[in-house]
C-alpha cells in the first residue's frame, strides 16, 4: 500500500472516529436556571453545573465564571471555573472536596453577578446510602450569617437560625460546632429569649460529667459574654490549666495582644504568641497589627525599621499606607524610597509565589488580582516620588505597571492621571491618547482626563479641528458601558418604612417622600470611602437641589462616639456640605436594610420601591454625579 493511501485511510479512520464519538456523546439537559449531574454528589465526586442564565441579570453575557464555595462548619475552599458555552446553556466542573458537606456557588461576568437573589445556588452533600450528611444545614446557617456576605450572599439572621435548628434536630451532637456563629445569630436577633436559649445550652455542657476541650472552650467564652463572668473565669482557669497550647488559650493571647496599649508588651506577646502557636494563621495579623499601632501613634520610623526586620511576614498594603501616612505627615523622599522599593519587590515575589493568608472566601485568582492591587499602590506612590523629584522617565516605568495591575480591579484615578500627565510631558503622545481612550470609553474617565485628552490630541494633530466629533465616541461608549452596568444591577424590592430624627430634632420618614425619587446614603464619619465620595455626592446634590422630585437623605451610622449626634453636626459643619442628615443612633434603619458596608446607597422610585444599590466607592468623583444621575432616569 502506498504512502498516499496510509495517509488517506488514516485520515478516513479518523473522522469516523470522531463522528462516532460525536454521535454517542450524551447532549446537556438544562433543568431549569440551576441544576448538577449526578442530582446528590458524594464527597470526592465531580459534579457537572449546569447553568441556564435566559432568566438573570447574565442572560447576553459572553463569557461567565462559576465561583465554588465550599463549606464544613465554616468555610473551607473557594475556588472560580471558567464555565463552557454550550447551545442551551453554560457548563463547568469541580471537585467536592472530603470535609465538604454543602456547596455555594456564584456566577458572574466582571462585576455582575448572578447569585440568586443573594442567596448564592445551594448544593447539598449526600453519603454513600444517598442520605443528606450531617452538617449541610448548620454550613448553611454559618454562611447565611457569616461568611456569605463576601461572597455576594447577603446575612438573613431569620434563615441562618431556621438553618441552625434543622441541623441540631437532625444532629443533636453537633451542636457545639456551631455555637460562635448560633450564639451571636441569637444575641442579633434582638429577642429576649436570646439569653434565655444560650444559659440553657451552657447549662448542658455544665452537666456533662466529662467536659471536652471544646466544651470548656465554649463555656469560658460565651459565659463572659452573657454576663456570666464569674463562670467564664473558672472555666478560662481550667482550659489554661488543661489546654496551654489549645484553641481557647490561642484566641485568648490574640485578644490580649489587640487590647495592649503599650507597643513593647504588644511586641513581647507577639513573641510568645509565635513561641507557643508558630503556624497559626492569626500570626500574620499579629505582624500587622504592630506595624498599625506605629501608623496610628505617627511613629512611621519605627514602622519602617519593623517592617524591614521582618521581610515576608507583613502584608504588602502596609509598605504603602506607611509610606503615604509618612509622607502626608511631612516625611521625605529619603525616608520612604527603601520601604516603597521593598514594598514593590515583595508583592512581585507574592504575585508569583504567594505565601501569605488569604482570606477563605477569596479565591486564588482573586487573592493575586489584590495583591497585583497592592504592587500598584507602591508603585504608584514611588513613581510620584521619582516624578517629583524630576525623574520622569523612571517614575513613567513605575506608574505604567501601576496601572496595568490595578486597572481592571480597582482602578485609581488621580494615578491613571499622573500617568496620563507623564505621558505627555515626555512626549508620548500617541500612547497619552490611546491610553486616555482607554480610561474614557471603560466608564472610569474624569474631566481632568478629557483636557489632557484634548492636549495630547492638539500635540500630534498640530489643532484641535475635529476633537469634538473625535472624543464624543469615547463619551458615548463610556456613557453606554454605565447603562448596560445599571440594566443589569435594576431590581424591585419595597423599602422598609423609617422614623428618624434629623440634626435639628425633627422626625422625618421615609414615607413623606412618597411620589419623589429618594437617594439613600448610609455613612460615618469615621468611613473612609464615605468622606472619600463626599466631594461627587455635594455635586449630585448641588445639581438636583431645584429639582423637587429627587430627594437625598444620608442616614448617620455606625458611629462609636458617645455624643453622635454633634459628632455628625460637627462633621457636616466643618466640611459645609448641605446634606439632610437622618440619625439612625440605634443602627436599627442600617439593619433593616440588610446594609454589610458602607458607604452604601439606596435608589428609591416614587412607589417607595428600592430600584439600585450601590455599595462603595471608586475613587472617581465625577462617576458619582454620572451614575446617580443615569439611575435616577432609568427608574423615572
Not at 519593623?306 to 509598605?319: L, Q, R
Not at 515583595?346 to 508569583?352: D, L, M, N, R, V
Amino acid at each position: 500500500m502506498g504512502d498516499l493511501m496510509k495517509i488517506k485511510l488514516a485520515f478516513v479512520f479518523s473522522f469516523l472516529l470522531i463522528f462516532i464519538l460525536a454521535s454517542c456523546t450524551k447532549p446537556v439537559e438544562f433543568k431549569g436556571t440551576f441544576s448538577t449531574e449526578p442530582e446528590k454528589p458524594k464527597s470526592g465526586e465531580k459534579v457537572l453545573v449546569k447553568y441556564d442564565p435566559a432568566n438573570t441579570v447574565l442572560k447576553d453575557a459572553e463569557k461567565i465564571k462559576m465561583f465554588v464555595y465550599q463549606y464544613d462548619v465554616d468555610i473551607e475552599s473557594s475556588s472560580e471555573f471558567e464555565m463552557q458555552k454550550l447551545e442551551n446553556g453554560w457548563t463547568a466542573e469541580f471537585i467536592v472536596l472530603p470535609e465538604t458537606k454543602g456547596t455555594i456557588i456564584i456566577f458572574a461576568e466582571d462585576e455582575t453577578q448572578d447569585n440568586n437573589d443573594e442567596k448564592g445556588y445551594f448544593i447539598k452533600i449526600y453519603d454513600e446510602s444517598g442520605k443528606e450528611l450531617a452538617g449541610i444545614y448548620g454550613g448553611l446557617g454559618v454562611a447565611l450569617y457569616d461568611w456569605g456576605r463576601a461572597v455576594g450572599v447577603s446575612r438573613n439572621i431569620d434563615e441562618s437560625l431556621i438553618n441552625f435548628e434543622k441541623e441540631f434536630s437532625q444532629n443533636t451532637d453537633s451542636k457545639i460546632k456551631y455555637f460562635d456563629f448560633y450564639f451571636p445569630a441569637l444575641i442579633a436577633q434582638n429577642d429576649s429569649s436570646s439569653k434565655i436559649i444560650i444559659e440553657k445550652e451552657l447549662s448542658i455542657l455544665e452537666n456533662k460529667n466529662e467536659k471536652s476541650e471544646e466544651d470548656l472552650n465554649a463555656l469560658a467564652k460565651w459565659y463572659n459574654q452573657i454576663g456570666g463572668e464569674t463562670k467564664s473565669a473558672e472555666y478560662e482557669k481550667i482550659v489554661l490549666e488543661k489546654f496551654p497550647n489549645g484553641k481557647y488559650a490561642e484566641d485568648k493571647l490574640v485578644n490580649d495582644f489587640e487590647n495592649e496599649k503599650n507597643i513593647v508588651k504588644k511586641k513581647e506577646l507577639l513573641k510568645k504568641f509565635e513561641y507557643i502557636f508558630p503556624n497559626s494563621k492569626q500570626k500574620q495579623d499579629l505582624y500587622d497589627g504592630i506595624v498599625l499601632h506605629y501608623r496610628n501613634e505617627k511613629n512611621f520610623k519605627e514602622a519602617k525599621a519593623f517592617i524591614h526586620a521582618n521581610y515576608g511576614k507583613i502584608f504588602p498594603f502596609y509598605y504603602y499606607s506607611i509610606a503615604s501616612r509618612w509622607l502626608g505627615d511631612g516625611g521625605k523622599f529619603e525616608d520612604v524610597e527603601s520601604l516603597l522599593k521593598e514594598g514593590i519587590k515583595f508583592s512581585e515575589e507574592q504575585i508569583a509565589n504567594p505565601t501569605l493568608v488569604k482570606s477563605p472566601s477569596t479565591t486564588h485568582e482573586g487573592f493575586i488580582d489584590e495583591l497585583k492591587y497592592y504592587a500598584a499602590l507602591n508603585q504608584f506612590a514611588f513613581g510620584e516620588l521619582l516624578y517629583n523629584k524630576g525623574e520622569k522617565e523612571n517614575a513613567l516605568q513605575l506608574l505604567e505597571k501601576g496601572v496595568d495591575n490595578s486597572f481592571d480591579y480597582y482602578p485609581q484615578q488621580p494615578y491613571n492621571e499622573l500617568y496620563a500627565k507623564v505621558l505627555i510631558e515626555t512626549g508620548n503622545y500617541d500612547k497619552a491618547v490611546k491610553t486616555l481612550e482607554k480610561f474614557l470609553s471603560s466608564g472610569n474617565g474624569s474631566s481632568e482626563q478629557m483636557v489632557m485628552l484634548k492636549e495630547a490630541y492638539v500635540k500630534l494633530k498640530g489643532n484641535d479641528a475635529g476633537f469634538k466629533e473625535y472624543v464624543s465616541k469615547f463619551e458615548e461608549a463610556a456613557k453606554q458601558v454605565l447603562i448596560d452596568k445599571l440594566k443589569k444591577e435594576i431590581y424591585q424590592e419595597p423599602a422598609v418604612d423609617f422614623s428618624l430624627k434629623d440634626m435639628d430634632g425633627k422626625t422625618v420618614s421615609l414615607s413623606d417622600y412618597k411620589g419623589k425619587t429618594v437617594v439613600l446614603d448610609f455613612w460615618a464619619t469615621w468611613c473612609g470611602p464615605c468622606l472619600k465620595s463626599f466631594p461627587g455626592v455635594k455635586k449630585a446634590v448641588e445639581k438636583y437641589k431645584d429639582n423637587e422630585s429627587v430627594k437625598f437623605l444620608f442616614v448617620n451610622t455606625w458611629e462609636r462616639v458617645d455624643n453622635k449626634l454633634q459628632n455628625a453636626k460637627d462633621f457636616i459643619s466643618k466640611n459645609n456640605y448641605p446634606f439632610h442628615v437622618l440619625m439612625d443612633t440605634e443602627n436599627k434603619v442600617v439593619a433593616d436594610y440588610k446594609v454589610d458596608g458602607i458607604p452604601t446607597k439606596f435608589l428609591i422610585d416614587k412607589n417607595g420601591n428600592i430600584r439600585f444599590k450601590s455599595v462603595g466607592f471608586s475613587g472617581n468623583t465625577d462617576q458619582i454625579v454620572t451614575e446617580i444621575s443615569e439611575m435616577i432616569k432609568m427608574i423615572n
